[in-house]
Structure formats: C-alpha cells, structure tokens
C-alpha cells in the first residue's frame, strides 16, 4: 500500500476535526481537554483507505492561534494539503496564516473543503467559495478543487475521496535512497512496549532491529518495532507516518522535535545558512532580529544574522544564517516556517542552503540550491581551506548518502582526498597554498642557516601545517619532491637547489675536523676546543653541525666520532659477539683498548643504534 500524506489546515472551529472523522471512522482529538472543548489542541492522526493501493494518512492540526506551533510540528513533510474553511464563517485570521504556512514549507498541492454547508443557504456557499479562491490566486492552490461538503449528512464526502485519490496518483513517490530522517512529532509510552514516537519518514528507509541516533542529543536506540497505519512492519520508506518503538531509551530522553537518523549521517548545528523570505505586508526585518524559527517539528529562539544588507524588506528574499540558541538537526534543501518573537506570528520562511554552516560574515557567498551536487561540494571544500572537510562532515552538509557524495566526487577535478577512515576532501587550491608557503619559508631557512642541510620535518610542520588536515604534509612533500623541487634527507626537508657552502676558513676547519676525527678513533675530539679552528670555537662548532648533518661525524657522549670508525665498531662487536651473546663491559674495553670514561658512552651509542641492549650490568647483542 502506498501511503499519501494529508495535512489538514484551517482556522478553529471550522470543522477539520469531523471531516477527518467522517472520512476516516478515527476521532483524531485523543485528549481528554480535547474532547471537553470541541476544539484540537495538539496533532490528531488518523488514516483512510482511498481504494486503488493508496492510504491516505491524515494530520489533522490545532486551528486556535495559541496552538499554531503544534500546526507546524505536523505541517512538515505532507504531501498535500486540505484546506478547511466553514460555509458558514467563510475565510478567517487562521485560515490565511495556516495557508501562508503551507505556502513558505512548499507543500505541492491541495484541495479545499468548504464544510458546514449543511448550515450555510446557496447564497452563503457561493460568497464563501469567492473569497477563498480570492485568498488562493497566484498561489499553488489557484485553480485548485473547492469541495462542498458536510460532514454532519455525509454530503460531498465521496467526491472529496476521489479527489484525494486523484492527487496521490499524481505525486511522485519520495526517493528511498535518500539520508533516513524521521522527524518526531509525538512521543509516548506503552504498557509493554516502552517509549514510542511517532514521525512523518521525510526521506530514506527504516528497518526494524537498526540502531539509530537521536538528534540533537546523540542518543542511541534500537528500533524493536515498527507500526504503519496500526499494522505491524518489518520496513517503512519515505513519505510513510510510522510509529517507532525504541529500545534502550526512556521517554523522558526524547521530546518532539527530535530526529532520528542512522549514526553519524546527519548532524545537529546551530548555525544555519538560508534563503530567507519576509511575508508582503510585513514589518521589514533587521539584522540581529529575534525570531521563532520551526525546522520540521522543532521551534528554535534564533537570531537572524543577513548577509548582503541591514535590513529585509517585505516581499523579498536574502542570504542569511539562523544563528539558533539551541541546536537542531535540518537537510539542505528544507523548508523552515519563521514567526515573530513577540506577539508570535508567521512573518516568513525559509530554505535550508547549509545546515551545518561556520559563522560568516557580511557579504559572504553561499551556494544556491540550484548549483550541481559536485559544484557544491567542491565550493564547500574551497571554503574549508588546507583543513579541508572529511567525508561524513560533507555529506550530511549536503544532505545526501556518503555512497553517492564519493561517487559524485570521484574523478573530479580541483579536489585531492588525503588521509583515511574517513578520508578528507582538500581543494588543489588549498594544496598548492601550502606547497608555496613551503617553498617560501625553506628558501627564508637556507638564508638565514646556510651552513645547515635542512629544516627539521617536525619543525616544517609545525610552522606551515599546523591547521592542514591529517595527511596534507605528505601529500604536499610528496608532490614537491616527485617534481625536483624537494629534497628529504633523514630527519631534513631541503630545496632541491640547496648546497652547503663552505667559506675558506670554514673547508679548511672541515678538513682539520675530519682529520683530527680520523686520528681519534673510537676515543673522538671535543668539538668545543677552540684550537681545533684556530681559537675560534663558534666557528667549529659551525662546521661540525655540517658534518653531522652531512653524517661524516657522530655525536656520542661529550665527543664526536668519525661515523666510518663507529661503523668498523658495530661490525666487530657483531664478529666477536654473535646475536643472542652478552658483551660485558671488561670485554668491551680489551675490545676498544680505552678507558671507562670513553667505553660507557660507546656502549650507549650502542644501544641507541639497536646494536646491543642493556640488562643489568651487561648488554645483550641484538640482531
């Protein structure tokens, strides 16, 4: 069976209440308040049968001005509205501002039930249909069926059926493959059964058993069952009412408003970018205005923050951000009703460009609804910068499955993916951003250091990629490197044009160094004696970084040895010591000819180089 979504909408009184009752059997007033005043005051659900495989599920609304945010909880995600309006009273306050509000959430299409016209001569019908299709002119619902009926003798009912069926043969089906979200709009518990909740499926696929997330509290839940129209279901698809029957939570751990979704798919913010429109005859908007926003069936306090100008006016449409005071879960491409803060009335709506948007500033650009898939994402990751955005984080910006964002990026030009689980999306932009500051600060480090034979790595990514996304280092050292640009030598990134250049002075002191190094043997030269550069002790010290970077010498203890003499030693303890022997100090020193001053830091020089590795008083010789 397919199910149709039908919202009614209407001002108090005008009977929506008994035309769902007369077309369903099911009384949608399910509180006892509700009953004892003849009036909804909270969402009423019921359903009917139209024939021909299609269901129509009923959200039948509150129409008292003080229980218009209880209308918008159950407005959302209808497929169509019917519009109730009383033959007798004719069009009313709530009558316009119920339709102001399926025009701003976008609903497609709908009908009109003149009821009550057991009560209202000719005359009274005929006034009452002018002014309504007066009220519906150049809007979705011009042209639209305007039904007499009664739901008192039954007449008309019938062909308010057909009408129905007729408009759910029209509609397109809502795609399954879309993020699951399930707006709550009820929330209950049952004898046996624990919490319930109830929700419009507004996109996706729900399955009984999965685990889902509650948003914006992060909760988990595991769906023990699901009901369709009282029926017990295995699945439910987008644009089916359902009730949930979650494990694992309290009914006091959810409210309406709350969403539920697969975990880690769509994700709560309290920043979002819109399109804002400002109802005509309105008071015009300023900027930093606080206002009532209903994203789905949540209400949110939020200030409006315009990007391109001071103020609103009426009749127009801005960029903005809904900077909300407590987060909320919305998609890209949703419909959001905005009331005054105080007295609360419908002043105008919304469409959701970014429902996880960084704070902007004036004149900042956003992409438009209209722009491709890849387009925007590709805009979204050039804002990010060199932090780029990973996979999830984009997706649920853009509101679609993470299957079909990689699908859509993959090949795309402009964007490189670094990292993994998950992977990040950086812009070439971003990239080549780096590689030239990296180009500039190594060229600013060999003219400020020429003697050295590169900048530490850990120091080259402290200072460029302290902010870049996991991965963005090497992805840019790599390409770097693979084009000539680069050299990397141990612990070192250096220009690939980089020499070390001697003076005079300095290759005459090298020479003396290595020669003195070579003479030394095992015992090593104090590098710090100022006669080994003609008195000059900075000068040594100058050249003997050289050679330890060049690794001619190494530092072992106080001394630095020749790294050709510490290569013969590692050799020979391995000749002498096979792996698996212990070498004890006393044979170590017959080995070297030196005293314990010099033996002990060879010994540890040893066991930094892995060659052998201390227990107790010996060592043991490793492979």
Same mark, same amino acid.
């Given at each position: 069976?397919?199910?149709?979504?039908?919202?009614?909408?209407?001002?108090?009184?005008?009977?929506?209440?008994?035309?769902?009752?007369?077309?369903?059997? *099911?009384?949608?007033?399910?509180?006892?308040?509700?009953?004892?005043?003849?009036?909804?005051? %909270?969402?009423?659900?019921?359903?009917? %049968?139209?024939?021909?495989?299609?269901?129509?599920?009923?959200?039948?609304? &509150?129409?008292?001005?003080?229980?218009?945010?209880?209308?918008?909880?159950?407005?959302?995600?209808?497929?169509?509205?019917?519009? #109730?309006?009383?033959?007798?009273?004719?069009?009313?306050?709530?009558?316009?501002?119920?339709?102001?509000?399926?025009?701003?959430?976008?609903?497609?299409?709908?009908?009109?039930?003149?009821?009550?016209?057991?009560?209202?001569?000719?005359?009274?019908?005929?006034? !009452?249909?002018?002014?309504? +299709?007066?009220?519906?002119?150049?809007?979705?619902?011009?042209?639209?069926?305007?039904?007499? /009926?009664?739901?008192?003798?039954?007449?008309?009912?019938?062909?308010?059926?057909?009408?129905?069926?007729?408009?759910?043969?029209?509609?397109?089906?809502?795609?399954?493959?879309?993020?699951?979200?399930?707006?709550? =709009?009820?929330?209950?518990?049952?004898?046996?059964?624990?919490?319930?909740?109830?929700?419009?499926?507004?996109?996706?696929?729900? @399955?009984?058993?999965? @685990?889902?997330?509650?948003?914006?509290?992060?909760?988990?839940?595991?769906? +023990?069952?699901?009901?369709?129209?009282?029926?017990?279901?295995?699945?439910?698809?987008?644009?089916?009412?359902?009730?949930?029957?979650?494990?694992?939570?309290?009914?006091?751990?959810?409210?309406?408003?709350?969403?539920?979704?697969?975990?880690?798919?769509?994700?709560?913010?309290?920043?979002?970018?819109?399109?804002?429109?400002?109802? &005509?005859?309105?008071? &015009?908007?300023?900027?930093?205005?606080?206002?009532?926003?209903?994203?789905?069936?949540?209400?949110?306090?939020?200030?409006?923050?315009?990007?391109?100008?001071?103020?609103? %006016?009426?009749?127009?449409? #801005?960029?903005?951000?809904?900077?909300?005071?407590?987060?909320?879960?919305?998609?890209?491409?949703?419909?959001?009703?905005?009331?005054?803060?105080?007295?609360?009335?419908?002043?105008?709506?919304?469409?959701?460009?970014?429902?996880?948007?960084?704070?902007?500033?004036?004149? !900042?650009?956003?992409?438009?609804?209209?722009?491709?898939?890849?387009?925007?994402?590709?805009?979204?990751?050039?804002?990010?910068?060199?932090?780029?955005?990973?996979?999830?984080?984009?997706?649920?910006?853009?509101?679609?499955?993470?299957?079909?964002?990689?699908? *859509?990026?993959?090949?795309?030009?402009?964007?490189?993916? /670094?990292?993994?689980?998950?992977?990040?999306?950086?812009?070439?932009?971003?990239?080549?951003?780096?590689?030239?500051?990296?180009?500039?600060?190594?060229?600013?480090?060999?003219?400020?250091?020429?003697?050295?034979?590169?900048?530490?790595?850990?120091?080259?990514?402290?200072? /460029?990629?302290?902010?870049?996304?996991?991965?963005?280092?090497?992805?840019?050292?790599?390409?770097?490197?693979?084009?000539?640009?680069?050299?990397?030598?141990?612990?070192?990134?250096?220009? =690939?044009?980089?020499?070390?250049?001697?003076?005079?002075?300095?290759?005459?002191?090298?020479?003396?160094?290595?020669?003195?190094?070579?003479? !030394?043997?095992?015992?090593?030269?104090?590098?710090?004696?100022?006669?080994?550069?003609?008195?000059? !002790?900075?000068?040594?010290?100058?050249?003997?970084?050289?050679?330890?970077?060049?690794?001619?010498?190494?530092?072992?203890?106080?001394?630095?040895?020749?790294?050709? #003499?510490?290569?013969?030693?590692?050799?020979?303890?391995?000749?002498?010591?096979?792996?698996?022997?212990?070498?004890?100090?006393?044979?170590?020193?017959?080995?070297?000819?030196?005293?314990?001053?010099?033996?002990? &830091?060879?010994?540890?020089?040893?066991?930094?180089?892995?060659?052998?590795?201390?227990?107790?008083?010996?060592?043991? #010789?490793?492979?």
């Amino acid at each position: 069976m397919r199910s149709f979504i039908v919202g009614t909408a209407g001002h108090i009184d005008h009977g929506k209440s008994a035309l769902v009752l007369a077309l369903t059997g *099911t009384d949608p007033d399910r509180l006892k308040e509700e009953k004892e005043r003849g009036i909804t005051i %909270d969402l009423g659900f019921a359903h009917a %049968d139209l024939g021909g495989g299609v269901v129509a599920s009923f959200i039948d609304v &509150p129409g008292h001005e003080r229980f218009v945010r209880n209308m918008l909880a159950g407005a959302h995600g209808v497929d169509a509205v019917l519009l #109730v309006v009383a033959a007798d009273e004719s069009v009313m306050p709530q009558t316009r501002e119920h339709f102001h509000i399926c025009q701003l959430l976008g609903i497609p299409r709908g009908l009109v039930a003149l009821t009550k016209c057991d009560l209202a001569d000719a005359e009274t019908q005929a006034l !009452a249909e002018m002014e309504v +299709r007066e009220l519906l002119a150049g809007s979705f619902l011009e042209g639209a069926p305007v039904l007499k /009926v009664s739901a008192r003798t039954g007449h008309g009912l019938d062909g308010l059926r057909q009408c129905l069926l007729d408009m759910a043969r029209q509609a397109a089906e809502r795609p399954a493959d879309g993020l699951l979200r399930l707006p709550v =709009d009820r929330v209950f518990s049952l004898r046996g059964f624990g919490t319930v909740v109830t929700g419009t499926l507004v996109s996706g696929r729900l @399955e009984s058993g999965e @685990e889902l997330e509650i948003l914006p509290s992060g909760r988990r839940a595991r769906v +023990r069952g699901l009901q369709v129209h009282g029926r017990a279901v295995d699945w439910v698809a987008a644009g089916s009412r359902a009730a949930v029957n979650l494990a694992g939570l309290e009914v006091d751990e959810m409210a309406r408003g709350d969403v539920l979704a697969r975990p880690g798919t769509v994700l709560s913010s309290s920043i979002l970018d819109v399109e804002l429109t400002l109802l &005509p005859g309105e008071k &015009p908007l300023k900027d930093q205005a606080r206002v009532r926003v209903h994203i789905a069936s949540a209400e949110r306090l939020a200030r409006v923050r315009l990007l391109h100008a001071a103020r609103l %006016d009426p009749g127009n449409t #801005v960029r903005a951000q809904l900077r909300l005071e407590r987060p909320a879960a919305a998609g890209r491409g949703d419909r959001l009703v905005v009331r005054s803060y105080s007295p609360a009335s419908t002043i105008g709506g919304a469409v959701v460009l970014d429902p996880v948007s960084p704070r902007r500033r004036r004149d !900042a650009s956003v992409a438009s609804l209209a722009t491709d898939l890849a387009t925007t994402a590709g805009a979204l990751v050039e804002e990010a910068g060199p932090a780029g955005i990973d996979a999830p984080t984009l997706a649920a910006r853009l509101t679609v499955p993470l299957a079909r964002l990689t699908a *859509t990026m993959e090949g795309g030009t402009g964007l490189a993916t /670094v990292g993994r689980d998950p992977v990040r999306y950086v812009s070439a932009r971003a990239l080549d951003a780096l590689a030239e500051e990296v180009r500039s600060l190594l060229q600013r480090f060999h003219a400020d250091n020429p003697l050295k034979a590169g900048m530490p790595r850990e120091e080259l990514r402290r200072r /460029v990629f302290s902010r870049a996304a996991a991965g963005a280092f090497e992805r840019v050292l790599e390409g770097l490197t693979d084009r000539g640009e680069l050299r990397i030598e141990a612990e070192a990134v250096a220009l =690939d044009r980089h020499a070390v250049r001697l003076s005079p002075a300095e290759e005459t002191t090298r020479q003396a160094l290595l020669a003195r190094a070579r003479q !030394a043997g095992l015992a090593g030269i104090d590098s710090s004696r100022p006669a080994l550069a003609g008195g000059d !002790a900075r000068l040594a010290e100058r050249v003997v970084r050289v050679l330890l970077a060049e690794g001619r010498l190494r530092r072992v203890g106080d001394t630095v040895v020749d790294a050709s #003499v510490l290569d013969e030693l590692k050799a020979e303890v391995r000749r002498r010591w096979p792996p698996g022997n212990r070498l004890d100090v006393a044979g170590f020193k017959d080995l070297t000819g030196l005293s314990r001053k010099f033996v002990i &830091p060879l010994l540890e020089y040893l066991d930094r180089e892995r060659v052998t590795r201390r227990t107790g008083n010996d060592r043991l #010789v490793l492979m």
